[in-house]
């Protein structure tokens, strides 16, 4: 039947290869920019042009930054620049702002180690990591998932970062295993952060 509707089809492919749109959603999406007003639709078009152009990973942290301004976390005054928590990707970010409870300087991965999938350290923003720990740095904290990728990507950073003079940290065990950070409610994220425990 959607052979013989090939905007829609067209339409259903493209969404179809946005991560995280779950299968069963992918008519739902459709429908929904389809029953848009038009001038909603292409402002939203527009928005999403706008920010693509308009925004850059930090070169330093890797998180989202205007490329007409400056990092919101390495260029902060407030921000303790020694302690560097490592997460995986932008949401994990937010997760741990979110609980107010962290006041130093992030480094995003950009995903875990994965060899199944192909993905191994060069994929990975580890190396930036590793130059980034000079002496001033004084604790990294391993913030990654409780997984089997997330627990071998903490241990090849530790791995890496062996001979440097810096404390390594991760989640207290009270982080349930199999977790993910951007799953967890803001208290235990808070907890899981402020009881950390060495590597
Ligand atoms: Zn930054």
């Known amino acids: 039947m959607i052979d013989q509707l090939p905007s829609l089809a067209l339409l259903l492919k493209q ?3 946005v991560p995280y ?3 069963k959603n992918i008519y739902r999406v459709a429908n929904h920019f389809l029953d848009m007003p038009e001038d909603r639709l292409e402002q939203f078009c527009a928005i999403l ?6 925004l850059q990973h930090c070169p330093v942290c890797h998180a989202w930054q205007e490329k007409n301004g400056a990092c919101v976390f390495c260029s902060s005054p407030r ?5 560097i928590c490592v997460i995986q990707s932008w949401q994990e970010v937010l997760s741990i702002e979110k609980t107010g409870g962290y006041n130093g300087v992030y480094h995003i991965l950009g995903g875990l180690l994965c060899p199944l999938e192909g993905v191994g350290p060069d994929d990975l923003k580890i190396q930036t990591l590793v130059n980034r720990v000079t002496d001033e ?9 409780q997984t089997p990728e997330g627990e071998a990507t903490s241990a090849y950073i530790a ?11 991760c989640f207290s065990r009270g982080m349930p295993v199999g977790s993910s950070l951007e799953m967890l409610d803001r208290l235990t994220v ?6 950390r425990r060495p590597w």
């Open 15 to 17: 969404i179809q290869q």
């Open 21 to 23: 749109v779950a299968s």
């Open 49 to 54: 042009l706008t920010a693509k152009n308009k």
């Open 79 to 83: 921000r303790d620049k020694t302690i």
């Open 137 to 145: 740095i004084k604790e990294i904290i391993l913030a990654l998932d």
């Open 159 to 169: 791995d890496a970062l062996k001979g440097k003079n810096v404390m390594l940290s």
């Open 190 to 195: 808070f907890k899981a952060l402020s009881e």
